[in-house]
């Protein structure tokens, strides 16, 4: 069973940045795409971004492109979320999600994905 866990939320003022990670428990995580997704009170879950297996394709949804980056180390089974120019609205708990399959692509939906972390909270105060 592969455990995933995120690390690096906090409070932050409107403006600041975060940087989370999430750390995988399987040797094997450079076979995953892996994607960030957030849930804000009352909210469903959205798609944030999402990295390839390899690192090779990004992609973000609309409200955060230009501000956040996601990036991997395959060697440390990790994947990162670097959060700049936060805002109120950014405001959720953010989970990483991985999707394990023989292509190199990523995934957008939430039932796309096969194993998720316990989430950690961000907040963003005006």
């Known amino acids: 069973q592969v455990q995933l866990v995120e690390s690096g939320g906090g409070l932050v003022q409107a403006g600041g940045s975060l940087r989370l990670s999430c750390a995988a428990s399987?040797?094997?995580?450079?076979?995953?795409?892996t994607g960030w997704f957030r849930q804000a009170p009352g909210a469903e879950r959205e798609f944030v971004g999402g990295i390839s297996r390899n690192g090779g394709f990004t992609r973000y949804a609309d409200s955060v492109k230009g501000r956040f980056t996601i990036s991997r180390d395959n060697a440390k089974n990790t994947v990162y979320l670097q959060m700049d120019s936060l805002k109120p609205e950014d405001t959720a708990v953010y989970y990483c999600a991985a999707k394990y399959s023989g292509v190199s692509r990523l995934w957008v939906g939430v039932n796309d994905y096969n194993y998720w972390g316990q989430g950690t909270q961000v907040t963003v105060s005006s």
């Open positions: 399987d040797r094997s995580f450079s076979s995953a795409a």
